[in-house]
């Protein structure tokens, strides 16, 4: 259960955002403009070392793994990274031992980004320009991944009362998918403002997350 300390301190934080007059995160412009201006690393929420538990439980969830031989599946694991920005979780995901691994984001300068930092050291990354609320027009088919992971998009998505294009969005993970496939969430948002958004499509359960966030480990009805 999620304490009600973590949803007060939720609360508390949006409402000195909103005083100070923070950017709508919802507009992908404002995306674009940030990575042409900045192009350093940066994570969301914490780093990889920090949320690998929950990483590693979405991929027993997915059904391909065993708590004891996380470690050996890795490669044939199919993972989709939704708003990825300049995180270094695929990279690190990579060193681990990850292979399949695509990368999205709907800046082009983001993307461009990416791919040239990991060019020669992670080939095998792929990455793509892609809107999350229309997975089909990046060409992404139905039932093709195994784990689907982002940290705060669906934040970003759902900002300013944006409901129907989180539908949007969360239907899309939905359908790419497979049966068994499991959606792994990071939010700054707690279960009264989320788990809408995620019901109709997914069972979730929330946990509070490296003490900042809430991680919501959520599978396919």
């Known amino acids: 259960v999620v304490g009600a300390a973590a949803a007060a301190w939720?609360?508390?934080?949006?409402?000195?955002?909103?005083?100070?007059?923070t950017p709508d995160y919802g507009d992908l412009d404002y995306w674009e403009l940030r990575y042409q201006e900045d192009h350093e690393?940066?994570?969301?929420?914490?780093?990889?070392?920090?949320?690998?538990?929950?990483?590693?439980?979405?991929?027993?969830?997915?059904?391909?793994?065993?708590?004891s031989a996380v470690a050996t599946v890795t490669p044939l694991v199919r993972l989709l990274h939704l708003?990825?920005?300049?995180?270094?979780l695929p990279e690190e995901l990579y060193n681990a031992g990850f292979r399949e691994i695509l990368s999205i984001d709907s800046?082009?300068?983001?993307?461009?980004?990416?791919?040239?930092?990991?060019?020669?050291?992670?080939?095998e990354l792929r990455w793509a320009v892609a809107d999350v609320r229309d997975l089909?027009?990046?060409?992404?088919?139905?039932g093709c991944f195994d784990i689907a992971v982002e940290?705060?998009?669906?934040?970003?998505?759902?900002?300013n009362g944006r409901c129907a294009e989180a539908a949007q969005y969360v239907s899309e993970v939905a359908r790419?998918?497979?049966?068994?496939?499991?959606?792994?969430?990071?939010?700054?948002?707690?279960?009264?403002?989320?788990?809408?958004?995620?019901?109709?499509?997914?069972?979730?359960?929330?946990?509070?997350?490296?003490?900042?966030?809430?991680?919501?480990?959520?599978?396919?009805?």
């Open 10 to 21: 939720y609360l508390s934080r949006r409402r000195s955002e909103t005083a100070a007059g």
């Open 41 to 67: 690393p940066y994570d969301w929420l914490g780093d990889t070392a920090e949320l690998r538990l929950w990483i590693d439980r979405a991929v027993e969830l997915a059904g391909v793994s065993s708590s």
């Open 83 to 88: 708003g990825c920005g300049t995180s270094t």
């Open 107 to 123: 800046s082009t300068t983001c993307v461009e980004v990416m791919r040239s930092r990991n060019a020669s050291a992670r080939p």
């Open 136 to 142: 089909r027009a990046a060409g992404l088919a139905d």
């Open 151 to 159: 940290k705060s998009t669906l934040d970003a998505v759902c900002d």
């Open 176 to 221: 790419v998918l497979k049966p068994t496939g499991t959606f792994l969430l990071f939010s700054f948002g707690p279960p009264a403002s989320r788990l809408p958004h995620l019901e109709p499509s997914f069972v979730c359960d929330v946990e509070v997350a490296a003490g900042r966030c809430f991680a919501y480990v959520c599978r396919k009805k």
